[in-house]
């Protein structure tokens, strides 16, 4: 299985980006996916995920009502859209996906990374 992230780039504060996400080898419908990110001499963190036994959204606060977590299972891709975006959220952004775990919202851990994708935010 392999997941490949797309769409990070240079963007003004208070501007918007999509990020994709396209797995390959399998399918990411009714499994756990996400997005998580590391900001430059931070620790990675997780910033939005589904888990795999509901479909229920979890966000970090930092992001919550200006990031959006979806899926198309036609497409076999998940997004992240980023709306209203801040210097603070520049960092290199990771999908994630399991399809071994079960739970609610993130794990701790992941099956499937992506390669990550750098979103640059200027003030």
């Known amino acids: 299985v392999q997941l490949q992230a797309s769409g990070g780039g240079l963007v003004q504060a208070g501007g918007s980006l999509r990020l994709s996400c396209t797995a390959s080898g399998s399918t990411l419908d009714y499994h756990a996916i996400g997005w998580f990110r590391q900001a430059p001499g931070k620790g990675r963190e997780p910033v939005s995920c589904i888990g795999s036994i509901d479909d229920v959204p979890v966000y970090v606060d930092s992001v919550k009502g200006r990031f959006t977590i979806s899926r198309d299972i036609s497409k076999n891709t998940m997004y992240l859209h980023m709306n209203s975006l801040k210097p603070e959220d520049t960092a290199v952004y990771y999908c994630?996906?399991?399809?071994?775990?079960?739970?609610?919202?993130?794990?701790?851990?992941?099956?499937?990374w992506g390669q990550g994708t750098l979103v640059t935010v200027s003030s």
């Open positions: 994630v996906a399991d399809w071994r775990r079960s739970g609610h919202g993130c794990y701790d851990a992941y099956d499937y």
